[in-house]
């Protein structure tokens, strides 16, 4: 995992955002301390048994105190650029975003990085 290469160990907080019903956080509980599932859609919040529904764009958590933010087949549906400034904000130093996609044929904002971070998505397509 990227993460161990590049932070080591405690995982301890691990937000998966846009969770839907649930599947992919399940994946990452044995591998974390502490585990949230962060979705707009109640429904599909009730479907995953979650207690918190947020946009993407305003994560109801502290600054700099997430090992791992994932967004699993959903950022394409973000606001990019106020998603990726939240979870910069929420990530540990050397913390890691994982976006997980059927493709990754979209561009990605982020300031002076804009034009680094659509080519990683370019290649990875
Ligand atoms: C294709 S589903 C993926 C669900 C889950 N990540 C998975 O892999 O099974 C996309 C999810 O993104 C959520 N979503 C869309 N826009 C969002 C936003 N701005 N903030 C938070 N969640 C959002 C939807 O409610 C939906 O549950």
Known sequence: MLLSLQKGRPFD???DVGCGSGQGTLL???????VIGTDISPAQLEVALANSSCPAEELPFADGG??????MTTAHWFDRPRFLQEADRLLKPRGCLALIS???DMDVEYGQHSHSLTDICHQVR
Not at 28 to 34: N, S
Not at 66 to 71: E, F, I, K
């Open 28 to 34: 990452l509980a044995p591998h974390f301390t502490q």
């Open 102 to 104: 059927y493709t990754l």
């Open 66 to 71: 997430a090992d791992l933010v994932t967004s």
């Open 13 to 15: 907080l691990a937000v």
